[in-house]
């Protein structure tokens, strides 16, 4: 028996521990929880959207800004003669008469504190339905995104959509990187309501206003993006090509100050392309930083970058081309299938020769080249302050062959994006230094600013060999294939590149990217890239992408000052 009572009692305190434990959690642990539950049993939220920060240009021109359309709201109790104050509104709005009276009058006749009446309403109905001194009648901002130049820039700002909860938020570009900056906070309005969900006929009603979102000042240039958005577009068109792509860079900081791609986007129309033909991966899809490809031979530039400092070149060195080479069960020609017997650095860089640039990774190795190109950023994102950006693919050192050394060494078998290109090149020009590439150089909220500073990621190659490899550029530009389109007067560094296609495991020689990369030496204002992607009149870059480049260059020249050298 007192066995019986002891386990009764031993019950019982368990019993007791454990509600007292169950009130010890709801009432102190789970007391924030349970409050903001019956906060949101006891009050109705109506959401104030913030007012999206704008993206200006460099100038200030607005890039992207908030069109404010209004909600139109009303207070029941406050309204006196509801059939009257419908027929205004609706003679405003120009919507169906009878349906819009009796809908408004409808909702104005219900015992509530707030209801919302109208979304969208604009500036000009707003300001007519204010002119009639209605009482009970109110707006609350709504901001809508917008982009005063329709596709300038499109694909670099990115857009602004609702995600699966039906919040807006930016995708891609520069709406997507900043989203956290730009979006700001939302407000609210409130009022109490009873268990059932009904709004208190005389319950509390407050306001919560938002906070606006900080603006972005770029480093884009809006005259030079113009330029450069005309100019793509034209070459695309000239040569039967199905893409194009310009990059401005300010190589001693890294801002971009023009990225143009062809076919546009319009920002504000993200379900609609382009009128070309051409289907893209994206609405928006940004080829210059997320569309890697095989560079082809404006990589030479950086073999013989590499190989000058870890000195397994010199200026002087020799290499003899006696015809196509041949590495692990592979043959390597030279791209027109000329050969020139003993060859300089400088004719190799001038003829684009593969078996001379092959020769100079060899004397470099798998290890070092792989190192450099890596230092040069290939492989790697840039870390530009843009949504989208692939890194391209640049093999592990264990997975090189032989054969694997003397492609890369050319530009083949490795994959960049045109904005790893233009860096790489800007680090060239910057005595060595790589710079990260940034799209944004201002953040401003109110009366504070924030500056975003230009970010070093380290030196490649030596001050030395960088003079040294601008030289050979300035060579291979005034000897080298591209001659025939130089502009008259000014020395220019640069190299082509002309990369084919792979199609089903090979090759077609049809098929070619065309890239050009240079800058004016006697001036550090812009490094720029030009790429076209199979390009129909000339699979040759010294065909294409070069007169494209030159003809660009030379309204640059006078929109920065550049004088002639000769």
Known sequence: MRLKINLLLAFLSVFFILILGRLFSISVLGHGKFLKLAENQHWASYELPARRGDIFSSDGYPLATTEILYMLYGEPKKITDGKKTSRIICSVLTENSQKCVSDIKEKLSLDLTF???????????????????LSGIGFEEEPRRSYPEKKLLGSVLGYVAKDESGKERGYFGLEGFYNGDLEGRAGRMVEEKDALGVPIPYGEFRKIPPSDGSALVTTIDRSLQYLAERKIKEGVIRYGAETGTIIIMEPASGAILAMANYPFSDPGKPSNKDDSPLEIDSPLWNIA??????????????????????????????????????????????????????????????????????????????????????????????????????????????????????????????????????????????????????????????????????????????????????????QAVSGGESKYYNLPNYKIAGKTGTAQIPVGGKYDPTLTNATFVGFFPSSSKFVMLVKIERPSTSPYAAETAVPLWMETAKELAIYFGVSPDL
Request: hydrophobic share 40%.
């Open 289 to 474: 930083i997320s569309s890697s490809y095989e560079p082809g031979s404006v990589v030479k530039a950086l073999t013989v970058a590499s190989g000058l400092e870890i000195r397994a070149i010199n200026e002087n060195s020799h290499f003899y081309d006696e015809g196509p080479m041949e590495i692990g069960g592979y043959t390597i020609d030279t791209w027109d299938g000329k050969h020139y017997g003993d060859e300089t650095v400088t004719s190799i860089l001038q003829h684009s020769n593969n078996i001379g640039a092959a020769m100079i990774g060899q004397r470099i190795g798998i290890k070092n080249l792989r190192s450099h190109f890596a230092k040069f950023g290939l492989g790697v994102f840039t870390g530009v302050d843009l949504e989208g950006e692939a890194a391209g693919e640049l093999k592990e050192v264990l997975d090189w062959y032989p054969i694997d050394l003397a492609t890369a060494s050319f530009g083949q078998g490795l994959s960049v994006t045109p904005l790893q290109i233009t860096s790489a090149f800007s680090a060239i020009f910057n005595n060595g230094i790589l710079m990260k590439p940034k799209l944004v150089k201002e953040l401003k909220k109110g009366n504070a600013s924030k500056t975003i500073q230009n970010k070093k990621i380290g030196r490649v190659i030596s001050p030395d060999v960088s003079k040294k490899v601008v030289g050979l550029l300035t």
């Open 115 to 133: 209801l919302i009446l109208r979304h969208g309403i604009s500036l000009q109905e707003k300001d007519k339905i204010l002119l009639n001194n």
